[in-house]
Antibody, heavy 119, light 109 residues
Framework: QVQLLQSGAEVKKPGASVKVSCKTS????????LSWVRQAPGQGLEWMGW????????TSSQKIQGRVTLTTDTSTNTAYMELRSLTSDDTAVYYC????????????WGQGTLVIVSS | QSALSQPASVSGSPGQSITISCTGS?????????VSWYQQFPGQAPKVIIY???KRPSGVSDRFSGSKSGNTASLTISGLQAEDEADYYC??????????FGGGTQLTV
């Protein structure tokens, strides 16, 4: 069965970086992309970026472009999201989701990773 | 890449039907028939209930339906049940492998 298992919660200081992992299983990694979506406390979903599981090409939202790096490791079927220059506004639950390009939707989601940015 | 516009909240009684709107622009909702709708319960990850505007994934109740007119997509839930009480989000393809979510709608039954 398709599973996306994310790394554990993180607490970071303002200005620091965080790297969240998303280990996938149960499907051919190269056949699907992955999106990263975050949700600040009590707020809505925000699409952050997408990465191809086939060739590692990625896109990101204009809001965080320049602060985020999306990567994949095809040897372990794992995706990573690194966010730099953290501020308190980056405090959120970060989700990875298998993004089915054929139907343009996130059909399987990770459990979420809470990132708290606090001094 | 502005967020799509959804009503903050809607409510309905059991058995009734409700519709949640999702307004975008000619660059996203209006340009593509690629709107998805997600249902999210507190503390859980979102779950897709509608994709490509009106299609339901296997296992999703046919009480959920989607449609689009111009720059506005809509989610209709018929025969409301208490278990439908959740947050609902629309999401549209916006070109060049980018997507945009709506602000979310809290449904109270």
């Amino acid at each position: 069965q398709v599973q996306l298992l994310q790394s554990g919660a993180e607490v970071k200081k303002p200005g620091a970086s965080v790297k969240v992992s998303c280990k996938t299983s149960g499907y051919p990694f190269s056949k699907f992309g992955l999106s990263w979506v975050r949700q600040a406390p009590g707020q809505g979903l925000e699409w952050m970026g997408w990465i191809s599981g086939y060739n590692g090409k990625s896109t990101s939202s204009q809001k965080i472009q320049g602060r985020v790096t999306l990567t994949t490791d095809t040897s372990t079927n794992t995706a990573y999201m690194e966010l730099r220059s953290l501020t308190s506004d980056d405090t959120a639950v970060y989700y990875c989701a298998r993004w089915n390009i054929v139907i343009n939707t996130g059909d399987f989601w990770g459990q979420g990773t809470l990132v708290i940015v606090s001094s | 890449q502005s967020a799509l516009s959804q009503p903050a909240s809607v409510s309905g009684s059991p058995g009734q039907s409700i519709t949640i709107s999702c307004t975008g622009s000619s660059s996203d909702v209006g340009a593509y028939n690629l709107v998805s709708w997600y249902q999210q319960f507190p503390g859980q990850a979102p779950k897709v209930i509608i994709y490509e505007g009106s299609k339901r994934p296997s296992g999703v109740s046919d009480r959920f339906s989607g449609s689009k007119s111009g720059n506005t997509a809509s989610l209709t839930i018929s025969g409301l049940q208490a278990e439908d009480e959740a947050d609902y989000y629309c999401c549209s393809f916006a070109g060049s492998n980018t997507w945009v979510f709506g602000g979310g709608t809290q449904l109270t039954v």
